[in-house]
Every structure is written in C-alpha cells, then in structure tokens.
C-alpha cells in the first residue's frame, strides 16, 4: 500500500462541513450529514446522492466557553452550539454575537467568519460560523 498523506484526507473531511454538504437516501429521503455512502434503513438497496443542506438551522442545545482555549481568547465568552439542520441531522458550531442571546430553540443561519488565529505568523483560519436569525 502506498503512503498516503494526510492532507487530502484533512481537506476532504473539511470541505462538507464548510458547504454543509451531505447525502440522503432517495428512496426513504432520511438525510446524512457528515456525508455517508450507505443508509441505514436501506442498507444496499437504498440510492444514495448528494445533498446540500440549507444553510440554516435550529438550536437544540448549547453551552458557553467563557475561558476559551488558545487561539480563541479574543472570542470568548461565545457560544458553541448542537445545531439541527433538519431532523435527525445535526452539527456543532459557535454562534457569534452576545452569548446571553443564544437560546434553545432559536433560528440560526450559517456565516463565514474568522475561526481562530493560528500560532506566533497569526494566520487567520477562517471557516463555518452560525449567526442568530430574528425570531
Ligand atoms: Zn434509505
């Protein structure tokens, strides 16, 4: 077996998380994120395509970080929440904005914002970040 580097494999498993990319199962509609190649109702009689999730979701739980660690002290206090993208399919992520906003059960919609800073050269990571909607 060859070698294979990891970087690849790092930019695979990111990319969907960023596009919020999935799959579902066309023959029961059950949706998939991160992405699977086999249902689990269906098994191998299930069809399996590519599904993009809207880019909002439902906030079902959450805690908040108020000593962030390193590379994320400039955001704290902040939010990280369980986000229902459609039922059944969830994602975890920060939500941005004053923390004693975040609810259960409130709006939210992605944006693509700052993540972190990275080391002593400061390069800026940017990535998936979810905002609160009006109720
Ligand atoms: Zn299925």
Redesign the pocket.
Known sequence: MPQMSSVPIAWRLQQPRYRLIGTI?T??N?SYFPPRSL?Q??RDK?KIEKHKFPGTGKILTYTVIRIAPEGFAEFAPYAIAIIELEPGVTVAGQVVGDPEQVKTGRKVKTTFRRMYTDGKDGLLQYGMKWELLDQ
Request: proline residues 0%; positive net charge; charged residues 10%.
């Open positions: 199962c023959k029961c059950t249902c109702t269906c299930g």
